[in-house]
Each structure stands twice: as structure tokens, then as C-alpha cells.
């Protein structure tokens, strides 16, 4: 399967007006950090932060700030708009791996605890299962893995090791 990297910089309303474009009504999710703050959700975030990614089935943008309303924002997507092709680098993308988050719960509770970490973890996942991951894919060329996009985020039961 082929993606493509696109790598843009652009103001706060350039980064909203790309991941509209990109994600278009489909399903997504999202995880945005401040340095005192993280959010982990679904859809979009509320708000513009330092530093995020949407994600989804067929794409993630990524933005970082790099002034006073100045962004980094890359685009992984195996589906890119047209509109953003030109320029944009062509990967490898191969099947993926999961990505098991912090913490486990109780069949059908929320949230997910870990003893480590001194508060609930809520992860926007749908089913019941005691763990929580991220699936995600790797670009690659020549082999060699350059970036996992992250896909989606679900839930499975897993027996503690």
C-alpha cells in the first residue's frame, strides 16, 4: 500500500483548515499536550495547542508550534487530497502493530488505572476490554521505517503477564 508525507507551515487557521480538509466528517481522534497538559479524545480538540496530532483510518496531521502563531504541520495520509500532492514524499506503508497504552479496568468501567501514574486514565475507546491501544502503520523507503502513523484506538481483554 502506498502513502504520502506532505510537510507544510502555516498560522493557526491554516492547521484547522488542513485537518477539515483531510478528515472531511470522517472519524478521528486526537491527542494535543501543553506542558501541563495532555488530551487524549475524539473528533477534534477544542482549542489550538503547542503540539498535536489527529488521527484516523486513513490519515494523521501533526502540528508543532514553532513561533507566535507559527506551526510545523505534517500530513501522513494513504488517501491524500489532491490538492496536496504536489511536493508530497511517497511511502511504503505496511500492515502495523498495536501500541498498548498505560494502565487496565475492570470489564465495563471506565476509567483505566495505573499505579504509576497518580490519576484515571480515559481513553476514547468503544468496547469493554481491560487494555487500551493505538494501531498504528509504518512509512517506510528502502526498507526502513522513517514514521508509524497512528490509525486508531481500541480495546481488547488481555491477561496480565
Same mark, same amino acid.
Given at each position: 500500500?502506498?502513502?504520502?508525507?506532505?510537510?507544510?507551515e @502555516?498560522?493557526?487557521? *491554516?492547521?484547522?483548515? %488542513?485537518t477539515?480538509? #483531510?478528515?472531511?466528517?470522517?472519524?478521528?481522534?486526537?491527542?494535543?499536550q501543553?506542558? !501541563?497538559?495532555? !488530551?487524549?479524545?475524539? =473528533?477534534?480538540?477544542? @482549542?489550538?495547542?503547542?503540539w498535536g496530532?489527529?488521527? @484516523?483510518?486513513?490519515? +494523521?496531521?501533526?502540528? +508543532?508550534?514553532? =513561533?507566535?502563531?507559527?506551526?510545523? %504541520?505534517? %500530513?501522513?495520509? !494513504?488517501?491524500?487530497p489532491?490538492?496536496?500532492?504536489e511536493?508530497? #514524499? +511517497?511511502?511504503? #506503508?505496511?500492515?502495523?502493530? *498495536?501500541?498498548?497504552?498505560? =494502565?487496565?479496568?475492570?470489564?465495563?468501567?471506565?476509567?483505566?488505572?495505573e499505579v504509576? %501514574?497518580?490519576?484515571p486514565l480515559?481513553?476514547?475507546?468503544?468496547?469493554?476490554g481491560?487494555?487500551?491501544?493505538?494501531?498504528?502503520?509504518?512509512?517506510?523507503?528502502?526498507g526502513v521505517? #522513517?514514521?508509524?502513523?497512528?490509525?486508531e484506538v481500541?480495546?481488547e481483554?488481555?491477561? *496480565?503477564?
Amino acid at each position: 500500500m502506498k502513502g504520502w508525507c506532505k510537510s507544510l507551515e @502555516g498560522n493557526h487557521d *491554516k492547521v484547522i483548515e %488542513i485537518t477539515n480538509k #483531510v478528515f472531511d466528517g470522517k472519524e478521528s481522534y486526537f491527542i494535543t499536550q501543553r506542558v !501541563e497538559k495532555v !488530551e487524549f479524545g475524539k =473528533g477534534f480538540p477544542a @482549542g489550538m495547542w503547542a503540539w498535536g496530532r489527529i488521527f @484516523g483510518q486513513e490519515s +494523521e496531521v501533526r502540528w +508543532e508550534k514553532t =513561533g507566535e502563531n507559527k506551526f510545523r %504541520i505534517l %500530513i501522513l495520509s !494513504e488517501s491524500l487530497p489532491d490538492e496536496f500532492k504536489e511536493g508530497a #514524499v +511517497e511511502y511504503e #506503508v505496511s500492515n502495523g502493530m *498495536k501500541l498498548y497504552l498505560w =494502565g487496565n479496568r475492570k470489564p465495563n468501567t471506565r476509567p483505566f488505572i495505573e499505579v504509576r %501514574i497518580p490519576k484515571p486514565l480515559d481513553y476514547p475507546v468503544k468496547g469493554t476490554g481491560n487494555t487500551a491501544f493505538i494501531r498504528t502503520l509504518p512509512y517506510r523507503q528502502k526498507g526502513v521505517t #522513517v514514521f508509524f502513523r497512528f490509525k486508531e484506538v481500541g480495546d481488547e481483554v488481555r491477561e *496480565k503477564a
